[in-house]
């Protein structure tokens, strides 16, 4: 992510992503690691929800950001969020839309839209829900506060936490491992668990068969 001064998402900036998610796509693209400096992404341009409040029109940066975390969470290749600073509101929901988020010691990261009378637009309570467990995501969620990296690991809302001169380096090893791995297999992998969520486990258990069996048809 390239908005100075700090990453803010924005509409066109959702968009650029929905656009450079869709290029990840590509059968040449094995592993995705997404990062910005000095911030992953310090929340959203909330100029845009004053304008939609005045003028009683729709707000449109969320669903914007809503479609590019959907296609990158659907990419069939493993994802990792390389997150230096902050990573706020949307910053955050951007991150747990991969696979692993990788956190830098001195990085932050929370749901701090409830100290504008919103909540979460893109995901946040769903997602947060899901990786920390409803008591913690409430906790998160109702309060807005900001969470360093080690309590972010305690949660699991962070797999890994390195230095910070170490994480992007370091996010790079892990996927390049990833991607010298069975391509078909990890995104049967993927497909299985983030579809079999939420389900009861006979029908679970029935999406697992189907991507078991779909591996025996790869050249993987």
Same mark, same amino acid.
């Given at each position: 992510?390239?908005?100075?001064?700090?990453?803010?998402?924005?509409?066109?900036?959702?968009?650029?992503?929905?656009?450079?998610?869709?290029?990840?796509?590509?059968?040449?693209?094995?592993?995705?690691?997404?990062?910005?400096?000095?911030?992953?992404?310090?929340?959203?341009?909330?100029?845009?929800?004053?304008?939609?409040?005045?003028?009683?029109?729709?707000?449109?940066?969320?669903?914007?950001?809503?479609?590019?975390?959907?296609?990158? &969470?659907? =990419? %069939?290749?493993?994802?990792? *969020? /390389?997150?230096?600073?902050? !990573?706020?509101?949307?910053?955050?929901?951007? #991150?747990?839309?991969?696979?692993?988020?990788?956190?830098?010691?001195?990085?932050?990261?929370?749901?701090?839209?409830?100290?504008?009378?919103?909540?979460?637009?893109?995901?946040?309570?769903?997602?947060?829900?899901?990786?920390?467990?409803?008591?913690?995501?409430?906790?998160?969620?109702?309060?807005?506060?900001?969470?360093?990296?080690?309590?972010?690991?305690?949660?699991?809302?962070?797999?890994?936490?390195?230095?910070?001169? &170490?994480? =992007? %380096?370091?996010?790079?090893? *892990? /996927?390049?491992?990833?991607? !010298?791995?069975?391509?078909?297999?990890?995104? #049967?992998?993927?497909?299985?668990?983030?579809?079999?969520?939420?389900?009861?486990?006979?029908?679970?258990?029935?999406?697992?068969?189907?991507?078991?069996?779909?591996?025996?048809?790869?050249?993987?």
């Amino acid at each position: 992510l390239n908005r100075p001064p700090v990453n803010a998402l924005s509409e066109e900036l959702s968009n650029d992503l929905y656009g450079a998610f869709g290029e990840c796509a590509s059968d040449s693209v094995r592993a995705v690691v997404i990062t910005g400096r000095p911030h992953f992404a310090a929340w959203a341009d909330i100029k845009g929800f004053q304008v939609a409040y005045d003028s009683g029109k729709e707000e449109r940066l969320a669903g914007a950001l809503v479609d590019a975390i959907w296609k990158l &969470e659907r =990419l %069939d290749k493993p994802t990792i *969020a /390389a997150v230096h600073g902050y !990573a706020l509101g949307g910053g955050l929901e951007l #991150a747990m839309g991969c696979d692993f988020r990788y956190l830098a010691e001195d990085a932050k990261v929370g749901q701090p839209e409830i100290k504008l009378g919103i909540i979460p637009g893109a995901g946040g309570t769903q997602r947060l829900t899901r990786i920390v467990g409803i008591q913690r995501a409430k906790d998160l969620v109702y309060t807005g506060r900001q969470v360093e990296a080690s309590e972010a690991l305690s949660m699991t809302l962070a797999d890994k936490v390195f230095a910070t001169d &170490e994480l =992007l %380096d370091r996010s790079m090893e *892990a /996927a390049a491992k990833l991607a !010298a791995g069975p391509t078909k297999a990890l995104a #049967a992998a993927k497909r299985a668990i983030n579809a079999g969520i939420g389900e009861p486990m006979s029908r679970a258990m029935e999406i697992e068969a189907e991507a078991f069996n779909q591996c025996f048809w790869t050249d993987d």
